[in-house]
């Protein structure tokens, strides 16, 4: 589910309210809903709500992007409605990833990775999510989406590009786990990734990648 918290009140603190939405027998199911965060000196535009996007866990290849629509005046109608449904490459639950050990970790399958980043650029609102899928071999890889919000046609949203990460490289095999990824995007639209490799010669270690913006 998803909560949110009078933060005015809090800030001074005053008595403050909170509004608790379970989800819990919902469809689609609520399956580890993730915030934006904002990134950047431009805020969104003030008559945009919080949006919370999440990866299908019923087996459908889709990202569902909801908005709350908070009622401080009245907690019990804020709302939590759908506002886009996106079509996505296919993608699966992953196994877990190995270790050089031989001990399994988990591979956090299709769940959101922390954080969903927003960014206002001269007007047009970016936002990268990230979880993890199943690569080439069952292993747990790196997929990352880059949506766009229109603010200036009632703040839809659609998807821009994405991607799936897993490379052969001098570092670690295409076969090896990359997972546990976060996403950002500095001012000029160029994005980075942070994420984990391990595999059965990799001990586990922070990796990077990038993509330009004009890539």
Same mark, same amino acid.
């Given at each position: 589910g998803v909560a949110a918290y009078e933060r005015d009140k809090m800030l001074v603190g005053a008595v403050a309210q909170q509004v608790i939405i379970s989800g819990q027998g919902?469809?689609?199911?609520? $399956?580890?809903?993730?915030?934006?965060?904002?990134?950047?000196?431009?805020?969104?535009?003030?008559?945009?709500?919080?949006?919370?996007?999440?990866?299908?866990?019923?087996?459908?290849?889709?990202?569902?992007?909801?908005?709350?629509?908070?009622?401080?005046?009245?907690?019990?109608?804020?709302?939590?409605?759908?506002?886009?449904?996106?079509?996505?490459?296919?993608?699966?639950?992953?196994?877990?990833?190995?270790?050089? @050990?031989?001990?399994?970790?988990?591979?956090?399958?299709?769940?959101?990775?922390?954080?969903?980043?927003?960014? @206002?650029?001269?007007? @047009?609102?970016?936002?990268? $999510?990230?979880h993890n899928i199943a690569g080439p071999n069952g292993q747990p890889v790196a997929r990352w989406y880059q949506l766009d919000v229109d603010h200036n046609n009632g703040n839809a949203v659609t998807l821009n590009q994405q991607g799936t990460f897993s490379p052969e490289s001098e570092l670690a095999p295409s076969s090896a786990a990359r997972w546990m990824v976060s996403g950002a995007m500095d001012a000029n639209g160029n994005i980075a990734l942070g994420y984990t490799v391990s595999g059965a010669n990799n001990f586990p270690s922070i990796h990077a990648a990038t993509r330009l913006a004009s890539d």
């Open positions: 919902a469809s689609p199911t609520v $399956f580890t809903p993730m915030p934006l965060d904002v990134d950047g000196i431009l805020a969104p535009p003030i008559d945009m709500n919080q949006l919370f996007v999440w990866a299908d866990g019923d087996g459908l290849s889709k990202l569902h992007v909801y908005e709350m629509d908070l009622d401080w005046s009245n907690p019990g109608a804020t709302t939590f409605t759908s506002v886009a449904n996106l079509d996505v490459a296919a993608f699966a639950s992953p196994n877990n990833a190995t270790q050089p @050990n031989g001990e399994d970790l988990d591979a956090l399958g299709i769940r959101s990775m922390y954080r969903t980043s927003y960014r @206002n650029l001269d007007g @047009n609102g970016k936002i990268l $999510f990230t």
